[in-house]
């Protein structure tokens, strides 16, 4: 028996034999039903074509307004940047670092990573430093909460819609785009396939 | 073996968590090493127990003031306001917003302290190793790992609330102590969730299986 025929469930450490997957099909722990693997025919080209996507619309969900308001003929619009650097003027760092993290620096991080490791894999070139950055990116992965944050601005705005005229920014239309580009890449992400294409190369 | 279900710890391997391969391990677990990815192997993640309740019990002290203290002062001309999270959703309610309300109440309120709560649970039933409801309490896990970020939700409404309205005629919004004990309780209970093994939880069924295999293989 081949050693790296086996796998260990991180959820229950249950010993199971690999087997094959018809396409898209997944492998799921028969002792507690954990995710282990997945197989997606060309997944890494999926998952490359969804984060370039996603960078494109993360800048513009940086660069413009998220949302304005306007009250007796005063305008005011505020970016990503703006709320999280006034946070910060205001005194309150680690709020604003908190916001930072969770919404600007892991998703870029994240979207970095990932064509990092995919750009040079999809011209067969081997790169270093895999291991490093798969581990990188296993650790940053509960921190990016763009899902949430979208849903945070919906509601500030619903409360705002109150006080006063509120309009919705292109930034959010960019967030509203993303989500679902990088639930995408995310589901198409296969590192044990990474993994094969590494060694098949080396 | 009734179900013919070993664990890789039992028979000497370990799973490495981040390139899934395993690796057979001899040598204790110091200086154990994943044989693709060269990451650091632990049969177990180290000191799991200690570590989440000393996390979870933090999370419990500043469960109290992220909910006693506001997390929002609003001031105009004439009047200043301070908002806790729960007057917040109040707020929400009696102006109509009732879908609204239910979101921000289960996100802010109901999310943490369920998080806290079902990690406690995991943690005193794995102390006194319970044999009950092994695959409940895993799938348990998973939800607390799925639904923490969602407690976020409630910093991001302040953000926004105070970029938009600020040198507005209409009022001044200001960031309160609550939300940085509110931050605080989340980014602990996400942490006492990642150091969590739940593992754990299935580690006693093969110790029984091993014991009553090796007193098979006597008789
Ligand atoms: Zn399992
Ligand atoms: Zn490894």
């Known amino acids: ?202 | 073996m009734t179900d013919g279900t070993m664990t890789a710890a039992q028979l000497g391997f370990y799973g490495c968590l981040i390139c899934h391969r395993v690796t057979e391990c001899t040598t204790g677990d110091i200086t154990a090493r994943c044989s693709r990815c060269g990451a650091l192997l632990h049969r177990r993640k180290p000191n799991s127990i200690s570590r989440t309740w000393a996390l979870l019990l933090t999370g419990y002290m500043l469960y109290i003031p992220a909910n006693v203290l506001p997390v929002m002062h609003t001031g105009s001309l004439f009047t200043s306001q301070s908002d806790t999270i729960m007057s917040g959703i109040v707020y929400l309610w009696t102006s109509g917003s009732w879908y609204l309300a239910g979101i921000v109440f289960i996100a802010s309120i109901f999310v943490p302290a369920a998080k806290l709560a079902i990690l406690t649970f995991l943690v005193i039933s794995v102390q006194r190793r319970s044999t009950w409801g092994r695959l409940d309490r895993t799938k348990m896990y998973r939800v607390v790992e799925f639904i923490g970020r969602w407690s976020m939700l409630d910093i991001f409404v302040v953000t926004i609330l105070v970029a938009l309205v600020r040198l507005q005629s209409l009022a001044t919004i200001s960031v309160g102590l609550g939300a940085v004990a509110f931050g605080t309780v989340v980014v602990l209970t996400m942490f006492a969730s990642m150091q969590f093994d739940p593992r754990l939880i299935w580690d006693l069924q093969a110790e029984e299986r091993s014991l009553q295999g090796n007193n098979d293989g006597h008789s």
Not at chain 1, 39 to 55: D, E, M, N, P
Not at chain 1, 73 to 89: H, I, K, T
Not at chain 1, 173 to 190: D, S
């Open chain 1, 1 to 202: 028996m081949d050693i790296s025929d086996l796998i260990a469930c991180h959820d229950c450490d249950c010993l199971q034999r690999r087997v094959p997957l018809p396409l898209g099909g997944a492998a799921r722990c028969s002792r507690c039903d954990a995710l282990l693997y997945r197989s997606c025919r060309g997944g890494t080209q999926k998952t490359l074509a969804y984060t370039v996507a996603a960078l494109f619309l993360f800048l513009i969900a940086n660069i413009y307004p998220i949302a304005g308001i306007e009250v007796q003929g005063n305008r005011q619009v505020a970016s990503l940047y703006d709320a999280v650097s006034l946070l910060w003027e205001e005194g309150h760092p680690e709020v604003a670092v908190l916001v930072g993290l969770t919404t600007m620096i892991t998703p870029i991080i994240q979207i970095g990573l990932v064509l990092f490791l995919l750009v040079p894999l999809h011209f067969n070139h081997l790169i270093q430093g895999v291991v490093p950055v798969l581990r990188i990116l296993e650790t940053v992965r509960p921190w990016s909460m763009m899902e949430v944050f979208f849903l945070g601005v919906l509601v500030s705005l619903f409360k705002l819609e109150q006080l006063a005229r509120v309009e919705m920014g292109i930034a959010l239309w960019a967030f509203a785009a993303m989500i679902p580009l990088l639930v995408a890449g995310a589901m198409t992400f296969e590192p044990d396939e990474i993994w094969e294409q590494v060694s098949s190369l080396s």
